[in-house]
């Protein structure tokens, strides 16, 4: 089942706030992909599985971004 998470969820597993997450949504976080999402009106939520591969996609990069400068290259 894929269930779908309020912008309050999202800020609870994510361990931030509500507002962190409505500009992760807006692409307003350098250095972080977009947070997909279904807007709804006003309202915007994210599925489970969207979340999760967020969360995948953005470790991998923070990852690569550390072994990047670990080497000393020029990002």
């Known amino acids: ?4 998470l309020t912008a309050k969820e999202v800020a609870e597993d994510l361990r931030c706030s509500k507002a962190q ?3 992760l949504m807006n692409g ?3 250095d972080r992909t977009v ?3 279904i807007a709804l009106g006003r309202k915007k939520v994210v599925r ?3 979340l999760e591969a967020w969360k995948r996609l ?3 990069g923070a990852i690569l971004d550390s ?3 670990a080497v000393g290259a020029v990002s």
């Open 67 to 69: 072994e990047m400068k």
């Open 28 to 30: 307003e976080i350098a």
């Open 58 to 60: 953005n470790e991998i």
């Open 35 to 37: 947070l997909p999402h």
């Open 1 to 4: 089942m894929n269930e779908i």
């Open 48 to 50: 489970r599985s969207s």
């Open 21 to 23: 997450v409505y500009k």
